[in-house]
């Protein structure tokens, strides 16, 4: 399986040691690999002499285990065993803690200690839609000002849709800097009757988008919160705009992660296209768990005939069947005469009634009947190893098959999307856990030969 010769493919190497590049997030669909593709663009960034830190959104902590790391959490770790002179940090983004690092950083001691243990800013801030995007682009603007590395490499959270993580911030920012709130912040500003008044009216309309969060103290709740809040509620918005200057900076590339699979492809396009009309920079496309054959020149078709052929032997071609029966009234192989059978009629030399011998003849031996059936023969000595190839012929049938339904589908992606740079990674027979695994697939990546058959 190999690219269009006519479109160049991604040069990975190209820009991860382009120093002008100082963001690249990995995004796609769910299970696609991209906590793997972020990890080994890291760790081969760092090999060739950069400063990188690779933020995790993926809670499997596979990155972890992958980097040597017993566990990951919010602060940047070192990770040993890099070769190179460049440097390599992981972290995982704690939702909650990025958070509450926010109040902390701009609400003074007292109110900061109001919000954090608001039950209401509890559960906003541990679970409500499109927080873990918006956090983790917190985490992005915080790593970024603080420029202690020179490259940072985002894996992207496992949305239900790779689009709702450019959605989230400037949703959540909305929500936050909104008019709902600002309906909720009337009662205090307002007082008295009319003030509960707007509360009721702020409530009916908050109890359709939030639910019950926390059941009867929920009106309580809310309006401390949003009091505590107000002087934030602006910085959310301001963030979320800067961050989203941030992913569209010529600094920044994305980088889509798919499988050769449909649905995966097809979220991929829709990526495409939105980071298009976002006017974000997109890199390319990392095609991951590619399949390919070392005998691609041995077509399915060619392969199921052999496989046939074999089997078809086994059936028909059988030798030696009935060596070994021979009947009684079978001629001596010595050229002795025929013996007769015992109830046929007399032959000349014999009397025809009692078959005795005429006088003066000497009665010609009569042998043993050789009733005696051979066992039966032995199979030919190769047919197992003919039934293990037809076998294998059948496996290598269903991988060329395979490979063509998914050159198939990368076809139709880049049919539509020809501008798209591609670098294909091959599917590996098991789990990446290690530096050695992460540093076999960034080979991979920078080959970008996209033709994982050769």
Known sequence: MSLDPARDPLDV?????DRSTRIVVCCGSGGVGKTTTAAALGLRAAERGRSVVVLTIDPARRLAQSMGIDSLDNVPRRVEGIKGEGELCAMMLDMKRTFDEIVEAHADRERAKAILTNPFYQSLSAGFAGTQEYMAMEKLGQLRARDEWDLIVVDTPPSRSALDFLDA????????????????MAPAKVGGRAGMKFLNVGMSMMTGALGKLLGGQLLRDVQTFVAAMDTMFGGFRKRADATYRLLQAPGTAFLVVASPERDALREA???????AADAMPLAGLVLNRVHGSGAAELSAERALAAAENLEERRIVDQEGGKIGVRSSFEAPSSG?????????????GGSPSTGTPSEGTEPAPVPEPDTS??????????????????????????????IARERHTRDRFTALHPEVAVAEVAALPGDVHDLAGLRAIGDQLAAATGDPAR
Do not use: W
Request: glycine share 6%; aromatic share 4%.
């Open 13 to 17: 190497d190209a820009l991860l040691d």
């Open 169 to 184: 911030p400037k949703r959540l920012g909305s929500f936050l800097d909104g008019k709902l709130i600002r309906l909720l």
């Open 336 to 348: 002795a005469p025929a013996t007769q059978a015992p109830d046929s009629p007399g032959t000349p």
């Open 269 to 275: 396009a829709y990526f495409v296209e939105r980071l």
């Open 373 to 402: 059936i051979a066992p039966p023969a032995e199979p030919p000595a190769d047919s197992s190893v003919e039934r293990l190839t037809a076998g294998l012929l059948r496996l290598h049938a269903e991988r060329m098959r395979l």
